[in-house]
């Protein structure tokens, strides 16, 4: 009886593995065919033929590359500067005393309940006023700011986990509090900032709303917009759509995979909300 | 062309200068009749001992902790700067403006143009069977999702956490892949995979291998269809979240308990009833409250697979509001639905969060 039950859930997970990892083998499959029909035919698919001919006609169409290259640049820069902000505000909320702090911290906190998406709309007057409106600087500020909250409250936590001692350390040594952010902070956080850089990175790498509401110039664009440009309005070239969406979501599964560990524990970590 | 937008930079600016010395002026004087209940307990004996006579005692101490305040204030300045400045620019002044533009009717190329409408955007929204329709289908979705990806999830967890799986980080990983693949990939798989006609991968199986059906179904021409490739999509793309978040907890319960029931002849059933879910309630809370709120805000599936179609019978709170914006370029309409939209979050966010609050559970 034991082994029969061990059986059953055993089949119960493997269907469920299947459910889950089929569709993403029937799209590989789609984009490992030759442009044929627009929407080819299962046998087509399941017959074995492949091509990368979908693959090298993506890479090479609709500025595509530039798409790419634009999405590494925003992405990368994004993380680069939420970590820098993020942390130091962080390291100012765990280890200075000042007036109405905890207001202020509660005042964060309280951004992060809003959805983003609500505040898509004053967010986009607010850049229009700066005239900063299809400019990579508008976007990145965007990106960064709304990041910060979140960021910022992740961050405070494992900074007051680090022992005092450490800061009178430098201090007696006659540092200053951004020596002791510096060379005690910084280098100690790795591993939460390491998982904050990852969760940034690929956040900002499939953002799609305010990338489409703030870039109106088409070089400027970023992939997840740029995948869109391949439904046509007639009928869609699926493999095309396929293989562009794969040599997309490549880097973020790279991630995912090398450093798994870190992932999971991004989304589970305390205050990530999800959606 | 130039001196307009400056004239209008200038505004934003003015506006937010304003805010910024009044809320410091606030600040200063608040905090300068606020007895301190922190702050460095050595320098304020140090100022008591200082203080000469009684009668300026109390002004000294007034002047010292100010003093004090604005020290602090002084060294954590330039880390909590940049900070700061970016959240209250691009998040908290765009609440409080999303409120204010939601007054008006607001245009955006000459937003001082815009008319003062008072509250007919609200009255509006609760006139507009479109609205209905849009809610319908938010709750709708939650109603379908967030019970779905709940039951599935803590079903494949409990089933990955039995003892004699050895492939734990296998299962884990693939059933986590839906989850961190980007939104845009998947709303373009699933409209492939239920494409119309017997080719679509669904239809294929249903209807030429299985002949479960009389003819293909064309998924996203019918209203209901459509939802349920949407709903399909919501529920299969977050099972994984779920599934990942109950295998750590359930890795922290105590191995005794069950041991205990196992020796009193419970069996699993029994023990998942009253050993496992009445433990995992903590956990439980935390996923449905984060499951409703992802789950109101549904957009990009819609937005993506069926564009609100079949002629706006699937659209959603967050889709009609985008569409009012930036297709009909009605700001302040969408600016009163997010309004209502943010309040009804915040108020589930809330109820859930006094639920959440109470529950303290200890073995």
Sequence with gaps: ?275 | MIGYRQRFAGNLFHNILFTFVSFFIIVCLVDSFIRPEKGVPVLQKKIAKNIRSKSSAYLKRIKARSRLHFKQWWSVLPFLLLGFLAVAVLVVYPLIKGVYMSFFEYNILFPKLSTFIGVENYSRIFHDPKILLALRNTLLYSLVTVPGQWIIGIFIAVLINAQFIKQKILFRTAFYIPVITSWVVVSFLFRYLFADGKYGLINFILYEKLHLLSQPISWLQNEWTALIVIWLLGIWKGVGWVMVIYLAALQSLPRNLYEAAEIDGANAVKMFRHLTLPLLKPTTLFIIINLLIGSFNVFIQVFLITDGGPMGKTEVLLSYMYKQAFKFTDFGYASAISVLMGVLIFLITWTQQKALGKEKIEF
């Design chain 1, 1 to 275: 009886m034991r082994t029969f039950w061990k059986i059953a859930v055993y089949l119960v997970l493997i269907i469920g593995l299947f459910v889950v990892l089929a569709p993403f083998v029937y799209m590989l499959l789609t984009s490992l065919t030759g442009v044929a029909y627009t929407l080819p035919r299962p046998d087509e698919i399941l017959s074995g033929n492949l091509s990368f001919d979908n693959y090298l006609e993506a890479w090479s169409r609709n500025n595509f590359q530039q798409y790419f290259l634009n999405s590494i640049f925003v992405a990368s820069t994004t993380t680069v500067f939420a970590l820098f902000f993020s942390s130091m505000t962080a390291y100012a909320f765990a280890r200075f005393e000042f007036p109405l702090k905890e207001l202020l911290f509660r005042l964060f906190l309280f951004t992060m309940m809003v959805p983003g998406v609500l505040n898509i709309i004053p967010q986009f007057t607010v850049l229009k006023s700066l005239g900063l409106v299809d400019t990579y600087r508008g976007l990145l500020l965007l990106y960064v700011g709304i990041g910060i909250a979140g960021n910022t409250f992740f961050l405070r936590g494992f900074f007051e986990r680090i022992p005092r001692e450490l800061d009178e350390s430098v201090i007696i040594d006659g540092g200053s509090k951004w020596t002791i952010y510096r060379r005690i902070y910084l280098p100690l956080s790795k591993p939460a900032l390491g998982t904050l850089a990852i969760f940034t990175f690929s956040g900002a790498w499939d953002e799609f709303f305010i990338a489409l509401t703030v870039m109106k110039t088409e070089a400027k664009r970023t992939l997840p917009i740029a995948l869109q440009l391949f439904q046509g309005q007639h009928a869609t070239d699926w493999g095309l759509v396929f293989a562009a969406s794969i040599i997309a979501i490549i880097p973020i599964i790279l991630i995912f995979i090398i450093f798994q560990k870190s992932f999971v524990q991004s989304s589970t970590g305390e205050g990530a909300i999800k959606g």
